[in-house]
């Protein structure tokens, strides 16, 4: 077969373009997701559509093509090769969420190969290169929330979902204040254990509690409150999603609740999402018939803040092609990809507008300056009474800035707080 001089003039100028790092018009990314996270997985590919189809031609001069794969964490060989398969496509970054038994893995595998985790998954314990945690802990506006309320005797519920930092924390501040604290892990309770819990700590005259579960566990619980154990208990949310949690039964009850809300619904970029987001087809896009969870609104973020690195390395001319090593995941020794720190530092650098406020990461890829508002759910519904970020801790509108001795007589009073802090290494464990 004879190449003509044409043929050959234009094969050395896409060499050479590829030499010289001339940006894809495709970028790959991968897309792991676990059981249960429906919403999740349609907030990443409308996320995806958005980006692709953007008008604007200077925020979207690349498409993203997604690679997914749906994994089952209890089955290790089942994550490394869902893992293996997104290396071996020449992903650029991966999304994916990650649960107690698959992080360990999933980021292993991240580090050895240089490949960025972008995850609204609980952060991790430690320090973790090569992985962005999109999710804030919660620490510091738990910690702000419990001085203010001046609470020096109180139940922790936890579940280890999420690592032991939040425990670790609070056994800490208890220690410093002589707090009495009960800490009890109802991981793997029935509806039987957690009725004999709750009449047990009611003997006791247990009437403050803080509740530290994943959403499962966390319905199931507040299934058996509602009723008996309302009407003069105040109950901490420590999860960030608030308003996805069904708590209607306690508006009338008199209980106080205090949760954590990272979303913004009076956002204008939340109701604009909102908009197209109502306007999906719940058969094609399962869990769009709610409002996005936080962990949904973390989803398309983090959609957002690798179409953004992308665009920085686009203009930066920085080669991000994977010739050469996009091959075999369990080599030994690994052979990281060229690139994967360039990806990395590109990552972290990204500062944008989400649906989850200031979305910024400082070197080790947590979440950094972004400020929450703070809400109390009233009868007919939550309102905002004032803010928490992490420069000025726990600010409350004159109006509502109760004094600690105050909150035991409060009714119908639910706090919204959200907050990042740095995370703690090892766990503590009290009783």
């Known amino acids: 077969m004879r190449i003509s001089c044409n043929q050959l003039l234009l094969l050395f100028s896409c060499v050479w373009g590829l030499t010289m790092g001339a940006f894809p018009s495709s970028v790959q990314i991968g897309g ?28 979207a001069p690349f498409n993203l093509i997604p690679h997914v794969d749906n994994i089952e964490t209890a089955n290790s060989f089942a994550v490394t090769n869902a893992f293996c398969s997104q290396y071996s496509r020449g992903v650029f970054a991966i999304f994916g969420l990650y649960d107690k038994r698959s992080v360990h893995t999933l980021t292993s595998f991240c580090g050895a190969l240089h490949i960025s985790l972008i995850t609204p998954s609980f952060p991790t314990e430690g320090e973790s290169q090569f992985v962005l945690q999109l999710r804030p802990s919660i620490r510091g506006a738990l910690l702000s929330l419990l001085d203010h309320y001046d609470w020096n005797r109180f139940v922790f519920l936890y579940d280890t979902d999420r690592g032991y930092s939040i425990l670790q924390a609070i056994m800490e501040k208890a220690g410093q204040n002589s707090w009495q604290v009960s800490a009890i892990c109802v991981e793997n309770f029935n509806d039987a254990s957690y009725r004999q819990l709750l009449e047990d700590l009611d003997r006791r005259q247990e009437k ?28 901490i949310m420590a999860n960030l999603g608030f308003k996805d949690i069904n708590l209607e039964r306690f508006m009338h009850g008199g209980a106080n609740v205090t949760g954590f809300q990272l979303v913004d619904f009076s956002n204008p970029m939340v109701i604009k999402l ?51 090593n996009a091959g075999d995941c369990l080599a030994n020794p690994a052979a990281p990809w060229n690139q994967g ?76 707080v959200t907050t990042i802090m740095p995370l703690v290494r090892n766990p503590l464990l009290r009783n």
């Open 208 to 235: 403050t509690f803080v509740i530290d579960l994943e959403a499962e566990c966390k319905q199931k619980l507040l299934f058996w409150i509602v009723g008996k154990h309302v009407k003069g208990y105040h109950y």
């Open 274 to 324: 909102m908009q197209r987001w109502n306007k999906l087809d719940q058969r094609e896009y399962p869990g769009s018939d709610a409002p996005p969870k936080y962990t949904s609104a973390l989803t398309y973020d983090g959609v957002m803040v690798m179409a953004e690195a992308f665009r920085n390395l686009r203009r930066q001319k920085v080669d991000i092609s994977r010739r050469g």
């Open 341 to 416: 720190i360039d990806m990395e530092r590109t990552l972290k650098q990204v500062r944008l507008q989400g649906l989850t406020g200031n979305v910024q990461f400082d070197h080790y890829g947590r979440r950094v300056n972004y400020t929450m508002d703070v809400f109390e759910l009233k009868n007919n519904g939550p309102r905002r009474i004032g803010y928490w970020n992490d420069a000025d801790k726990l600010v409350l509108t004159q109006d509502h800035a109760l004094l600690p001795n105050e909150t035991s007589g409060m009714e119908n009073r639910t706090v919204i």
């Open 32 to 59: 792991l997701f676990i059981r249960n996270t429906d919403q999740e997985y349609t907030a990443f590919r409308l996320a995806i559509f958005l980006h692709n189809t953007s008008p604007n031609a200077s925020e």
